[in-house]
């Protein structure tokens, strides 16, 4: 159980282009899910939280014109990445809180998609 | 402001032995503790949680909780270089903000 989806797992794209992230929970509806940026070797980043049916909360420092996060369902967050530039070329993780009883409402993680800004 | 600390490492040890993976936290009304193994290129993965001082066994697996020294710890035994990965350390605080604290993670290195 517990299991979260990502879509794609990695993308190579053009400078100024758009990309969008698909972040799926498949077994269990997640209220909450979160987006995090991760540079080789650095740690994991909290861009954003997003709560179903809700605007997303942002991390200090993350533009949310540029970063649009859309939580239409209990088991659907997206991640758009407006007008990319080589800069935003990173590791996207989302993760999806289970809202399970105890020790296990926890967060589980998808398995990321790498983007390539050219 | 809420810290997660762990050390860096590289923590290397020999296949077989037993890894010690430490981690303090600063506030003290957390209440949820969770180990994450990541490995180079790929997303974090759960291994274990633990909210009640003491040890918590999970196979080789073993979480320690010390709520009056903040401080939480995983112990690998039987050391597989297959264990090789960052291991991070998350931290919750009961109520409020449901957001977890992650630490930075320490890179253990199982050498056969």
């Known amino acids: 159980g517990a299991v979260v989806s990502q879509h794609p797992s990695w993308v190579i794209c053009k400078s100024g282009t758009s990309v969008k992230i698909e972040c799926r929970s498949l077994?269990?509806?997640?209220?909450?899910m979160f987006w995090y940026r991760q540079f080789p070797k650095q740690s994991l980043m909290l861009m954003a939280t997003?709560?179903?049916?809700?605007?997303?909360?942002?991390e200090q420092g993350v533009e949310k014109d540029k970063f649009l996060i859309n939580h239409a369902s209990l088991t659907l967050s997206t991640l758009t990445v407006t007008s990319a530039h080589p800069e935003d070329s990173s590791f996207y993780i989302c993760s999806a809180r289970s809202g399970l009883a105890g020790g296990l409402d926890t967060q589980y993680f998808g398995p990321g998609t790498r983007l390539t800004v050219l | 402001q809420k810290e997660v600390e762990q050390n860096s490492g590289p923590l290397s040890v020999p296949e077989g032995a037993i890894a010690s993976l430490n981690c303090t936290y600063s506030d003290r009304g957390s209440q949820s503790f969770f180990w994450y193994r990541q490995y180079s290129g790929k997303s974090p993965e759960l291994i274990m949680f633990i909210y009640s001082n003491g040890d918590k066994e999970d196979g080789r697996f073993t979480a320690q909780l010390n709520k009056a020294s903040q401080y939480v710890s995983l112990l690998i035994r039987d050391s597989q270089p297959s264990d090789s990965a960052t291991y991070l350390c998350a931290v919750r605080a009961s109520g409020g903000s449901y957001i977890p604290t992650f630490g930075r993670g320490t890179s253990l290195i199982v050498h056969p």
């Open positions: 997003s709560n179903e049916g809700s605007k997303a909360t942002y």
């Open positions: 077994d269990f509806q997640a209220t909450t």
